[in-house]
């Protein structure tokens, strides 16, 4: 339904574009023309701009109208019901949490009947406790007509169970991915409207990587010789590449205490001229520290809206607490430069001070990001407001793990406490990220004293340029 009204606006927006336009052409040009003042230039010209001020209040009139439209069909109908599962789905990492909203959503809102089968293994994962769906009759019949061959993708069922092409006689869906069919049998599937499948199919496929790669995390972490694998398999979860942006620069460092951290950065590009930048440290170390930080680096990845600093912390809060693993929280830095109005906004929760290292008439100085939210993960986040920063071309934003500054020498003194820290990092505020990277670093390593290190060492740097 949607899709049909958006073709039908198009086609009524362009018409009437094409109709103003020829108007324009013959009415006003003549016109114009008659009087002997004005030069043909001047009367193309002043068509040309009319001609565009009425195409941009048609684009606008056209996009607002879409967007009422496309509320109006996904969102104060039927399909609501849909909407409302994708967006749970968004947030479940177990099939516990999957069966839940399930229940919560298609049978009791939607008054559904589910049935979820392993069809590689022949077993019945759920199934609603009603009739239908509990009937070894109906299950044999989904068996029968649908192998664990059938290809991947998104089904409409009829009356009898089969596919049906015709919308309208479709009294049900199901959805096929690496094996698992999940069967929804619901009389009024017609009244969905069809721009909403691809979007749920999606979203359950990205449900089943995600509990696919949460699980071989935790089988691994079962195993302390596979400590190696995990390693691995938490580094993918790490840019491996910082990405090309307009206007900056950056790089990173990253070295685990043992093979796998709690330690974490994200570099993410949001527009043009906004980038997400997040830097953060789990509680603890080892291998319940690794999944928390897998969980939230996929958490940040999936929402929609990067631009909602606040959302994001409280979701990151959400998973954390829903593996329900003792004492496991994260400290975070979450910022997004703007280098179009030169600005960062920020929520740092409880992560040491990111810095702004930036040129004064005295030289560099530093201005430090200072915290403004609680730890996430272990106890009630309350609501925080994003703070915002200015920013100039040349301005370095350093953002580190407590590895970096609490690093001490043989005294007991903490590296981030000297003025060698400051002078290193301000005189290095001229260079490369890379090249001040590397000065960070060497400066960790000798004040250490080459040492064996005591914590995971991270850091990125973002330099904003011309």
Same mark, same amino acid.
């Given at each position: 339904?949607?899709?049909? $009204?958006?073709?039908?606006?198009?086609?009524?927006?362009?018409?009437?574009?094409?109709?103003?336009?020829?108007?324009?052409?013959?009415?006003?040009?003549?016109?114009?023309?008659?009087?002997?003042?004005?030069?043909? $230039?001047?009367? /193309?010209?002043?068509?040309?701009?009319?001609?565009?001020?009425?195409?941009?209040?048609?684009?606008?009139?056209?996009?607002?109208?879409?967007?009422?439209?496309?509320?109006?069909?996904?969102?104060?109908?039927?399909?609501?019901?849909?909407?409302?599962?994708?967006?749970?789905? $968004?947030?479940? *990492?177990?099939?516990?949490?999957?069966?839940?909203?399930? =229940?919560?959503?298609?049978?009791?809102?939607?008054?559904?009947?589910?049935?979820? %089968?392993?069809?590689?293994?022949?077993?019945?994962?759920?199934?609603? &406790?009603?009739?239908?769906?509990?009937?070894?009759?109906?299950?044999?019949?989904?068996? #029968?007509?649908?192998?664990?061959?059938?290809?991947?993708?998104?089904?409409?069922? =009829?009356?009898?169970?089969?596919?049906?092409?015709?919308?309208?006689?479709?009294?049900?869906?199901?959805?096929?991915?690496?094996?698992?069919?999940?069967?929804?049998?619901?009389?009024?599937?017609?009244?969905?409207?069809?721009?909403?499948? $691809?979007?749920?199919?999606?979203? *359950?496929?990205?449900?089943?990587?995600?509990?696919?790669?949460?699980?071989?995390?935790?089988?691994?972490?079962?195993?302390?010789?596979? /400590?190696?694998?995990?390693?691995?398999?938490?580094?993918?979860? %790490?840019?491996?590449?910082?990405?090309?942006?307009?206007?900056?620069?950056?790089?990173? *460092?990253?070295? &685990?205490?043992?093979?796998?951290?709690?330690?974490?950065?994200?570099?993410?590009?949001?527009?043009?001229?906004?980038?997400?930048? +997040?830097?953060?440290?789990?509680?603890?170390?080892?291998?319940?520290?690794?999944?928390?930080?897998?969980?939230? #680096?996929?958490?940040?990845?999936?929402?929609?809206?990067?631009?909602?600093?606040? !959302?994001?912390?409280?979701?990151?809060?959400?998973?954390?607490?829903?593996?329900?693993?003792?004492?496991?929280?994260?400290?975070?830095?979450?910022?997004?430069?703007?280098?179009?109005? #030169?600005?960062?906004?920020?929520?740092?929760?409880?992560?040491?001070?990111?810095?702004?290292?930036?040129?004064? &008439?005295?030289?560099?100085?530093?201005?430090?990001?200072?915290?403004?939210?609680?730890?996430?993960?272990?106890?009630?986040?309350?609501?925080?407001?994003?703070?915002?920063?200015?920013?100039?071309? !040349?301005?370095?934003?350093?953002?580190?793990?407590?590895?970096?500054?609490?690093?001490?020498?043989?005294?007991?003194?903490?590296?981030?406490?000297?003025?060698?820290?400051?002078?290193?990092?301000?005189?290095?505020?001229?260079?490369? &990220?890379?090249?001040?990277?590397?000065?960070?670093?060497?400066?960790?390593?000798?004040?250490?004293?080459?040492?064996?290190?005591?914590?995971?060492?991270?850091? +990125?740097?973002?330099?904003?340029?011309?």
């Amino acid at each position: 339904m949607f899709k049909t $009204k958006k073709i039908v606006t198009d086609i009524v927006s362009g018409m009437a574009v094409i109709a103003v336009i020829i108007f324009l052409t013959l009415s006003i040009i003549p016109s114009v023309s008659d009087r002997q003042n004005y030069s043909p $230039k001047f009367t /193309w010209i002043t068509v040309s701009a009319l001609i565009i001020s009425v195409l941009l209040v048609v684009y606008r009139l056209h996009s607002r109208l879409i967007a009422s439209q496309r509320h109006k069909c996904l969102y104060d109908s039927k399909t609501r019901l849909l909407e409302d599962f994708i967006g749970k789905l $968004k947030f479940c *990492y177990s099939y516990d949490d999957f069966y839940n909203i399930i =229940g919560e959503v298609l049978e009791v809102q939607g008054d559904c009947s589910v049935i979820f %089968l392993n069809r590689t293994k022949s077993y019945v994962l759920y199934n609603s &406790p009603d009739r239908l769906t509990s009937s070894k009759a109906t299950i044999d019949t989904l068996e #029968m007509s649908y192998d664990e061959q059938w290809k991947d993708g998104f089904y409409l069922m =009829g009356e009898n169970y089969g596919v049906v092409m015709d919308y309208k006689k479709s009294r049900g869906f199901f959805m096929v991915c690496q094996g698992l069919h999940l069967y929804v049998f619901c009389q009024y599937t017609q009244l969905f409207d069809q721009e909403i499948y $691809k979007e749920l199919f999606d979203e *359950y496929c990205a449900f089943r990587k995600r509990t696919s790669t949460i699980s071989d995390l935790s089988e691994i972490a079962s195993l302390s010789q596979e /400590w190696q694998q995990l390693a691995t398999t938490q580094r993918s979860f %790490l840019p491996h590449v910082m990405p090309k942006i307009d206007h900056l620069e950056l790089a990173a *460092y990253f070295r &685990p205490l043992i093979n796998v951290s709690g330690d974490y950065y994200s570099v993410l590009p949001i527009s043009k001229s906004k980038t997400l930048l +997040m830097l953060g440290d789990v509680s603890g170390k080892g291998l319940a520290a690794a999944l928390v930080m897998g969980l939230v #680096m996929n958490t940040v990845k999936i929402l929609e809206d990067k631009d909602d600093l606040p !959302g994001m912390i409280k979701a990151v809060d959400k998973a954390i607490k829903g593996m329900h693993l003792q004492d496991k929280y994260t400290v975070l830095f979450i910022g997004i430069v703007d280098t179009s109005k #030169m600005t960062i906004r920020y929520i740092n929760a409880s992560m040491s001070d990111p810095l702004i290292i930036t040129k004064s &008439p005295a030289g560099y100085r530093i201005k430090p990001l200072t915290s403004n939210c609680s730890v996430v993960g272990i106890i009630d986040v309350p609501d925080v407001e994003p703070d915002e920063a200015k920013l100039f071309r !040349g301005d370095v934003i350093f953002m580190s793990s407590d590895g970096v500054s609490e690093v001490m020498d043989d005294q007991g003194v903490e590296l981030g406490d000297t003025e060698l820290y400051h002078d290193t990092i301000t005189k290095s505020a001229t260079k490369h &990220p890379k090249e001040f990277v590397d000065d960070v670093v060497n400066l960790v390593m000798s004040y250490n004293g080459n040492k064996k290190l005591h914590d995971d060492v991270t850091m +990125m740097v973002a330099k904003v340029v011309e």
